[in-house]
């Protein structure tokens, strides 16, 4: 079960969102079901909102969306048109015209073309378009971003996803939550009951066949698992690196140390500025979860009371941005440089020009028996682990409902502790390392989360990795273990965080294999792992993990 919130739990705040923040319409030019032309020749439906006291043309911010919750979605062109811009919030293809056209992720690139040349040529456009907005929206821009129309200025891609990157599978590894994704918000059709997942675990019954347990076949979801890789269905709705060199107008990424799509968020910015060297892109991260990323934040996100510098709402933050941008006014003060990060526990703000220069050390750790040691033991050995899938009755889990807790829920995983730090220093970044391991199957699904453990014997949670070990080495291709044989399993694809790591504290991995009903549960058969049944668990799954295994932390020492 995953804690943070994804683009498949954005529905209810969208919801939310739109209540709380009703307007008085007479004040606008409401143009609903708007049918702008594609060259597809299928229609994309939208709608138009302008203040009645503004007659000449203006610049324009498109709000791009997969989710429809009827006039409630006027809120974000009404939020525009208050800052005197023409607000457009436009449909992805098949959303309020013919659901049999929508393909989810597939069609952007070319339909947002389309859509932006229609609005740059009305007669209230003054030919500059803008856009931003989260999650899917903000994936949107990015594909967008591979064939630029000249009338887009700038794009702020909030929380944005990337696909087969980390939505709808993070590392290779299926969400569980991918189902019930179109079936509830796109379909509308009547959702999955809450005991179907139980259902599914207890019955051992393959993942592919989720939906059709749930008693409603769901084209998407098997779409989504015949395409395990990251393979070029998944790499042709994103910049190629070629697209990324060209994309020289400005953009403001925003995301969270909780963002369940931080890891596309930061993964943009990364290839952004690696192919294009002159790259105009200002990156906003903090203690936000997918909603605070891109709206206001939480003040108790959580459990953890966020420092007060980093209550900064993102949906401003944009909007300080595109006056910035389209308008000329100064530059949010925020953004001092390329790289802008709360350091969580020190009430401070950081800037960087690059990723590379917000550390200054890095920190390796061996996982040697129960602990994290600082040197590589000379002693050989290795740490067992079992799981038998067969077994319902206990569960491998990674959950917890909270960011800071009193005991750790072990679950029947393995947990490595540092020695006590004597002095301060600050985590910076995404850690990384190698596994060693000898398993008795062909695959599986590994999980780590790393934690402080405060002198006052609370546990942190900092951030995790969940990774399916066949392609770790390859995300664009499966390369199954070898039975028996001492196998490397590299990992690097991990959440960035950023936070003061107190003199007295302790460091702590828990490592573990999932096995619970909130994913995919990979048997290590080498079959299709969306196929696999409970018949092919076969023997309890035996690893050993070797003392050479180690992980790599970045940090920043005064």
């Known amino acids: 079960m995953r804690i943070i919130i994804t683009m498949f739990s ?6 939310t969102f739109a209540q709380q923040l009703k307007s008085n319409d007479s004040i606008y030019v409401i143009q609903d079901s708007v049918l702008i032309p594609t060259k597809s020749g299928i229609d994309i439906s ?3 909102v302008r203040k009645k006291t503004n007659k000449k043309p203006l610049p324009a911010i498109l709000f791009y969306t997969t989710y429809y919750q009827g006039t409630g979605d006027n809120i974000f062109g009404k939020r525009s048109a208050d800052k005197d811009y023409v607000g457009i919030v436009a449909y992805a293809r098949g959303i309020r015209t013919n659901l049999k056209d929508y393909a989810p992720y597939e069609h952007e690139g070319t339909d947002i073309y389309d859509i932006i040349d229609w609005i740059s040529k009305q007669s209230w456009c003054n030919g500059s378009v803008g856009m931003f907005g989260g999650s899917y929206t903000g994936f949107s821009q990015w594909a967008t971003a591979k064939k630029l129309h000249p009338a887009l200025k700038t794009i702020v891609p909030q929380v944005a996803v990337m696909p087969g990157y980390d939505a709808p599978m993070e590392n290779n590894v ?14 509308k059709n009547k959702s999955y009951s809450r005991d179907l997942v139980f259902d599914w675990f207890n019955s051992g019954a393959s993942f592919n066949s989720l939906d059709t347990l749930g008693g409603q076949p ?12 990251y393979d070029n269905y998944w790499q042709s709705m994103v910049p190629t690196p070629s697209e990324y060199a060209k994309i020289n107008i400005p953009v403001l990424s925003t995301t969270g140390y909780y963002d369940g799509s931080q890891i596309g968020a930061i993964q943009y910015f990364k290839l952004h500025t690696k192919h294009n060297k002159n790259a105009n892109h200002y990156f906003v991260i903090g203690p936000y979860d997918h909603w605070g990323g891109q709206r206001r934040p939480a003040k108790n996100l959580m459990g953890y009371e966020i420092d007060s510098v980093a209550n900064v709402n993102m949906m401003n933050l944009a909007y300080d941005w595109l006056d910035y941008v389209l308008k000329g006014k100064p530059k949010p003060e925020l953004l001092k440089d390329k790289v802008n990060y709360q350091v969580m526990g020190t009430n401070e703000w950081k800037h960087s020009s690059k990723l590379k220069k917000i550390n200054n050390d890095t920190l390796t750790f061996y996982l040697d028996k129960t602990n994290l040691i600082s040197y590589k033991p000379k002693k050989k050995g290795f740490q067992k682990q079992t799981i038998d899938f067969k077994d319902r009755e206990n569960q491998n889990n990674y959950y917890t409902p909270s960011i800071i807790f009193d005991t750790l829920d072990v679950s029947n995983g393995l947990v490595f502790t540092t020695e006590t730090f004597l002095n301060d220093f600050t985590i910076n970044g995404s850690f990384s390392g190698n596994l060693w391991a000898t398993i008795n199957k062909s695959d599986m699904d590994v999980s780590m989360a790393l934690y402080e453990l405060m002198p006052d014997g609370k546990y942190f949670f900092l951030t995790r990795y969940v990774g399916r070990a066949s392609f770790a080495k390859d995300n664009t291709k499966r390369q199954l273990l070898r039975p028996n044989k001492k196998e490397k399993i590299p990992f690097d694809n991990t959440r960035f965080v950023s936070k003061k790591i107190n003199k007295g504290s302790q460091l702590v991995i828990l490592l573990n294999i999932n096995k619970h009903p909130f994913e995919i549960i990979n048997y290590g058969s080498g079959k299709p792992v969306s196929e696999e049944t409970i018949n092919d668990a ?11 295994s180690y992980i790599k932390i970045p940090v920043w020492k005064d």
């Not at 299926?174 to 379909?187: M, S, V």
């Not at 076969?538 to 050479?548: A, H, R, S, T, V």
């Open 538 to 548: 076969g023997k309890p799954l035996e690893i050993q993990w070797y003392n050479d």
């Open 218 to 229: 769901n084209p998407i979801f098997q779409k989504w698992l015949k395409h395990p890789a």
């Open 46 to 48: 939208a709608v138009v």
């Open 10 to 15: 954005l529905l209810f705040y969208t919801t």
């Open 174 to 187: 299926p969400f569980g939550g991918i189902l019930g994704w179109a079936n509830d918000n796109i379909y």
